[in-house]
Protein backbone atom coordinates (compact mmCIF):
# COMPACT_ATOMS: atom_id res chain seq x y z
CA UNK A 1 0.00 0.00 0.00
CA UNK A 2 1.16 3.36 -0.80
CA UNK A 3 2.46 5.87 1.64
CA UNK A 4 2.66 2.94 4.63
CA UNK A 5 5.39 1.98 6.63
CA UNK A 6 5.96 -0.78 9.18
CA UNK A 7 7.98 0.19 11.68
CA UNK A 8 9.18 -2.89 13.85
CA UNK A 9 8.23 -2.64 17.91
CA UNK A 10 12.45 -3.59 18.71
CA UNK A 11 13.50 -0.36 16.56
CA UNK A 12 10.92 2.39 18.11
CA UNK A 13 12.28 5.76 20.17
CA UNK A 14 10.82 5.68 23.69
CA UNK A 15 8.31 8.49 23.15
CA UNK A 16 6.89 6.07 19.98
CA UNK A 17 6.62 2.85 22.81
CA UNK A 18 4.54 5.26 25.04
CA UNK A 19 2.29 6.33 22.36
CA UNK A 20 1.33 2.78 21.97
CA UNK A 21 1.23 2.17 25.62
CA UNK A 22 -1.35 5.31 25.31
CA UNK A 23 -3.74 3.46 22.63
CA UNK A 24 -3.45 -0.39 24.17
CA UNK A 25 -4.29 1.30 27.57
CA UNK A 26 -7.36 3.24 26.19
CA UNK A 27 -10.62 1.88 27.09
CA UNK A 28 -12.29 1.66 23.81
CA UNK A 29 -9.03 -0.83 22.78
CA UNK A 30 -8.73 -2.44 25.62
CA UNK A 31 -11.92 -3.92 26.27
CA UNK A 32 -11.43 -6.18 23.07
CA UNK A 33 -8.38 -7.35 24.36
CA UNK A 34 -7.75 -10.75 26.42
CA UNK A 35 -5.68 -8.88 29.02
CA UNK A 36 -8.18 -5.74 29.67
CA UNK A 37 -6.11 -4.75 32.86
CA UNK A 38 -4.22 -1.67 32.23
CA UNK A 39 -0.27 -2.10 31.36
CA UNK A 40 2.01 -0.16 33.44
CA UNK A 41 4.65 1.25 31.18
CA UNK A 42 7.98 -0.98 32.71
CA UNK A 43 5.87 -4.58 31.82
CA UNK A 44 5.09 -2.91 28.54
CA UNK A 45 9.24 -1.78 28.05
CA UNK A 46 10.05 -5.16 29.13
CA UNK A 47 7.75 -6.95 26.69
CA UNK A 48 8.90 -5.06 24.14
CA UNK A 49 12.75 -5.94 24.77
CA UNK A 50 11.60 -9.71 24.76
CA UNK A 51 10.68 -9.31 20.90
CA UNK A 52 14.26 -9.06 19.94
CA UNK A 53 14.84 -12.25 20.92
CA UNK A 54 12.05 -14.04 19.47
CA UNK A 55 11.64 -15.09 16.60
CA UNK A 56 7.68 -16.16 16.66
CA UNK A 57 6.64 -12.78 17.26
CA UNK A 58 6.67 -9.77 15.33
CA UNK A 59 5.34 -6.59 16.23
CA UNK A 60 4.94 -3.57 14.02
CA UNK A 61 3.65 0.16 14.56
CA UNK A 62 1.93 1.37 10.88
CA UNK A 63 2.33 4.79 9.98
CA UNK A 64 0.68 6.33 6.76
CA UNK A 65 1.98 9.48 5.26
CA UNK A 66 2.74 11.75 8.38
CA UNK A 67 0.12 9.94 10.63
CA UNK A 68 0.57 6.90 13.34
CA UNK A 69 -2.82 4.88 12.61
CA UNK A 70 -2.38 1.38 14.59
CA UNK A 71 -0.94 -1.76 15.21
CA UNK A 72 -0.05 -4.70 13.75
CA UNK A 73 1.33 -8.41 15.36
CA UNK A 74 2.18 -11.34 13.82
CA UNK A 75 2.31 -14.70 15.60
CA UNK A 76 3.85 -18.20 15.41
CA UNK A 77 5.69 -17.21 12.95
CA UNK A 78 7.80 -21.12 13.19
CA UNK A 79 4.42 -22.16 11.26
CA UNK A 80 2.76 -21.73 8.23
CA UNK A 81 -0.63 -21.01 10.10
CA UNK A 82 -0.04 -17.59 11.24
CA UNK A 83 -1.93 -15.96 13.95
CA UNK A 84 -2.29 -12.01 13.53
CA UNK A 85 -4.04 -9.01 15.17
CA UNK A 86 -4.62 -5.54 14.66
CA UNK A 87 -5.99 -2.33 16.52
CA UNK A 88 -6.03 1.17 15.59
CA UNK A 89 -4.80 4.52 16.76
CA UNK A 90 -8.19 5.29 19.07
CA UNK A 91 -7.44 9.03 18.11
CA UNK A 92 -7.05 9.02 14.11
CA UNK A 93 -9.15 10.71 11.77
CA UNK A 94 -8.53 8.84 8.70
CA UNK A 95 -11.36 6.84 7.65
CA UNK A 96 -11.22 3.02 7.12
CA UNK A 97 -8.22 2.46 9.66
CA UNK A 98 -9.60 -1.05 9.77
CA UNK A 99 -9.31 -1.71 6.23
CA UNK A 100 -5.72 -0.33 5.25
CA UNK A 101 -4.27 -2.25 8.74
CA UNK A 102 -6.48 -5.73 7.83
CA UNK A 103 -5.17 -5.30 4.24
CA UNK A 104 -0.97 -4.58 4.76
CA UNK A 105 -1.27 -7.33 7.36
CA UNK A 106 -2.57 -9.60 5.12
CA UNK A 107 -0.23 -8.55 1.92
CA UNK A 108 2.49 -9.10 4.57
CA UNK A 109 1.81 -12.27 5.92
CA UNK A 110 1.05 -14.24 2.47
CA UNK A 111 4.19 -12.32 0.82
CA UNK A 112 6.92 -11.21 3.31
CA UNK A 113 6.47 -14.00 5.71
CA UNK A 114 4.80 -16.80 3.19
CA UNK A 115 1.99 -17.75 5.36
CA UNK A 116 -0.12 -20.47 4.06
CA UNK A 117 -3.24 -19.52 6.37
CA UNK A 118 -3.68 -16.10 8.72
CA UNK A 119 -5.76 -17.04 12.06
CA UNK A 120 -7.62 -14.74 14.15
CA UNK A 121 -9.46 -14.25 16.83
CA UNK A 122 -12.41 -11.67 17.78
CA UNK A 123 -14.82 -11.37 20.82
CA UNK A 124 -18.48 -12.81 19.00
CA UNK A 125 -20.13 -9.17 20.46
CA UNK A 126 -17.26 -7.41 18.35
CA UNK A 127 -19.24 -7.44 15.21
CA UNK A 128 -17.60 -4.34 13.46
CA UNK A 129 -14.31 -6.12 13.56
CA UNK A 130 -16.22 -9.06 12.68
CA UNK A 131 -17.80 -7.92 9.17
CA UNK A 132 -14.62 -5.99 8.57
CA UNK A 133 -12.98 -9.79 7.90
CA UNK A 134 -15.72 -11.39 6.23
CA UNK A 135 -15.11 -8.76 3.69
CA UNK A 136 -11.62 -10.16 3.19
CA UNK A 137 -13.12 -13.69 2.87
CA UNK A 138 -12.18 -14.50 6.45
CA UNK A 139 -14.51 -17.57 7.54
CA UNK A 140 -15.80 -18.53 10.82
CA UNK A 141 -14.24 -22.14 12.28
CA UNK A 142 -14.80 -22.30 16.02
CA UNK A 143 -15.42 -21.42 19.01
CA UNK A 144 -14.26 -21.04 22.25
CA UNK A 145 -14.81 -18.49 25.04
CA UNK A 146 -12.38 -16.23 26.97
CA UNK A 147 -12.67 -14.29 30.32
CA UNK A 148 -16.32 -16.19 30.24
CA UNK A 149 -16.68 -14.49 26.76
CA UNK A 150 -17.51 -15.98 23.35
CA UNK A 151 -14.45 -15.79 20.64
CA UNK A 152 -15.22 -16.46 17.36
CA UNK A 153 -11.67 -18.03 15.32
CA UNK A 154 -11.43 -17.01 11.24
CA UNK A 155 -9.09 -18.06 9.17
CA UNK A 156 -8.09 -16.78 5.28
CA UNK A 157 -6.06 -19.33 3.37
CA UNK A 158 -3.58 -18.07 1.07
CA UNK A 159 -5.12 -18.95 -2.78
CA UNK A 160 -1.36 -19.02 -3.85
CA UNK A 161 -0.26 -22.17 -1.68
Known sequence: MENIKLLNFIDLELEEKEMILKWRNHPEIRKWMYNQDEIK???HLNFIESLKSRKDKLYFLVKKEEEFIGVIDFLDLDKKEIFYGIYSNPNSK???VGRILNEIS???AFNSLK?????LEVFEDNIQV???HK?????ET???YVNNKKVICMELKNENR
Do not use: T
Not at 135 to 139: G, L, S, V
Open 135 to 139: KYKFR
Open 41 to 43: LEE
Open 94 to 96: IMG
Open 142 to 144: SQK
Open 130 to 132: RNL
Open 115 to 119: AHKLK
Open 106 to 108: IDF
